[in-house]
């Protein structure tokens, strides 16, 4: 077989693990808000929701982090960055605007994130995008805003949008952070160990700002209300501890090194289709004809988005999903 057709479906290969992977990280994500909104109607405050649920993960992850102790020393910025960004600005902001807004909706437009990475690329990196990236994240921006009826004026709790608007700035750091060291070979800090070590400090943060001392503990041996079916919420928490949480964040970060953050990014918009069919289904959270369509054109975008960019491959520019779009800001974090 010649070197090029070789390089090529090797290329081929690990992009259709990396979309895989994605895909299955937006599923978990997309069952987070799902889970979490019937322990927050059950009396639990949503930040204590978001502590347990980092915390349960945390806990989970912690070998890992004892095995990769050593990202202490060599990347310390990385580590901050992604448990300040990554986990808990993403956590604590999505879960506060679900609990005044609808879960679909809070995820559309905490998915305006791939439109700020590609800002990102542009603006801050100054390095170009390509037009099918570029196509992607205007056809799911503009699915957003479908969903979120912006015509419709003060529909929605303004200080709810607000909030999902915070997740998805912290949403850009989780793209942009996952990235770093992807292309350094050896010195890449292993994905698992800044998952782990990203968790611990999202914990510790979320310990000083939830108080989880004023926690109810007992609404957790209780059961939650989903839809008019009454739910273990032992049961709920460990779906958002063990698969909204580590399979989604381990997939999630995995994907990113084998796509690129903008790729990554828009693709990951099917997190907010999946939560909005779940939150339909599972939470009676019926949306109108203009958010179904708009949620069929997040899709498609995410689609051309994912089919039109190439996997990383030496000689591909940055916004391609090459492996030359090493951040500018590489030096403050790695």
Same mark, same amino acid.
């Given at each position: 077989?010649?070197?090029?057709?070789?390089?090529?479906?090797?290329?081929?290969?690990?992009?259709?693990? !990396? @979309?895989? *992977? /994605?895909? +299955?990280? #937006?599923?978990?994500?997309? $069952?987070?808000? %799902?889970?979490?909104?019937?322990?927050?109607?059950?009396?639990?405050?949503?930040?204590?929701?978001?502590?347990?649920?980092?915390?349960?993960?945390?806990?989970?992850?912690?070998?890992?982090?004892?095995?990769?102790?050593?990202?202490?020393?060599?990347?310390?910025?990385?580590?901050?960055?992604?448990?300040?960004?990554?986990?808990?600005?993403?956590?604590?902001?999505?879960?506060?605007?679900?609990?005044?807004?609808?879960?679909?909706?809070?995820?559309?437009?905490?998915?305006?994130?791939?439109?700020?990475?590609?800002?990102?690329?542009?603006?801050?990196?100054?390095?170009?995008?390509?037009?099918?990236?570029?196509?992607?994240?205007?056809?799911?921006?503009?699915?957003?805003?479908?969903?979120?009826?912006?015509?419709?004026?003060?529909?929605?709790?303004?200080? !709810? @949008?607000? *909030? /999902?608007? +915070?997740? #998805?700035?912290?949403?850009? $750091?989780?793209? %942009?952070?996952?990235?770093?060291?992807?292309?350094?070979?050896?010195?890449?800090?292993?994905?698992?160990?800044?998952?782990?070590?990203?968790?611990?400090?999202?914990?510790?943060?979320?310990?000083?700002?939830?108080?989880?001392?004023?926690?109810?503990?007992?609404?957790?041996?209780?059961?939650?209300?989903?839809?008019?079916?009454?739910?273990?919420?032992?049961?709920?928490?460990?779906?958002?501890?063990?698969?909204?949480?580590?399979?989604?964040?381990?997939?999630?970060?995995?994907?990113?090194?084998?796509?690129?953050?903008?790729?990554?990014?828009?693709?990951?918009?099917?997190?907010?289709?999946?939560?909005?069919?779940?939150?339909?289904?599972?939470?009676?959270?019926?949306?109108?004809?203009?958010?179904?369509?708009?949620?069929?054109?997040?899709?498609?975008?995410?689609?051309?988005?994912?089919?039109?960019?190439?996997?990383?491959?030496?000689?591909?520019? %940055?916004?391609?999903?090459?492996?030359?779009?090493?951040?500018?800001?590489?030096?403050?974090?790695?």
């Amino acid at each position: 077989m010649p070197v090029r057709t070789y390089e090529s479906s090797q290329a081929g290969r690990g992009k259709g693990v !990396g @979309l895989g *992977l /994605a895909i +299955g990280s #937006a599923v978990a994500f997309g $069952g987070s808000g %799902v889970a979490a909104k019937p322990l927050i109607e059950a009396g639990l405050d949503p930040l204590h929701v978001v502590w347990l649920r980092v915390a349960g993960a945390a806990l989970v992850m912690l070998p890992l982090a004892v095995r990769h102790r050593d990202l202490l020393r060599s990347r310390p910025a990385l580590l901050a960055g992604f448990g300040l960004l990554g986990v808990a600005g993403v956590q604590a902001f999505y879960f506060a605007s679900i609990s005044r807004i609808p879960v679909g909706v809070a995820l559309l437009v905490e998915y305006l994130a791939p439109a700020l990475v590609l800002g990102w690329v542009w603006f801050v990196q100054r390095r170009p995008v390509t037009r099918a990236a570029a196509v992607g994240v205007v056809l799911a921006v503009g699915g957003l805003a479908c969903v979120v009826e912006v015509w419709s004026g003060l529909s929605f709790d303004a200080l !709810g @949008l607000l *909030l /999902a608007l +915070g997740a #998805a700035c912290c949403q850009v $750091g989780y793209f %942009v952070l996952s990235d770093q060291g992807s292309d350094s070979g050896d010195a890449a800090p292993d994905p698992l160990g800044v998952i782990a070590y990203g968790l611990l400090i999202g914990a510790a943060v979320l310990t000083v700002i939830a108080r989880p001392w004023n926690l109810d503990w007992s609404l957790l041996a209780d059961t939650a209300d989903m839809n008019g079916t009454p739910v273990a919420a032992g049961v709920l928490l460990a779906w958002i501890v063990l698969v909204a949480t580590v399979i989604a964040y381990v997939t999630g970060v995995v994907s990113v090194r084998r796509l690129s953050p903008q790729v990554a990014g828009v693709v990951a918009c099917l997190e907010a289709v999946i939560a909005t069919v779940l939150a339909w289904f599972l939470l009676g959270e019926h949306l109108s004809a203009p958010q179904i369509i708009g949620g069929a054109v997040v899709l498609f975008g995410a689609f051309i988005a994912q089919s039109s960019a190439p996997a990383k491959s030496p000689a591909e520019p %940055v916004a391609s999903g090459g492996p030359e779009r090493e951040l500018s800001a590489r030096g403050n974090v790695a």
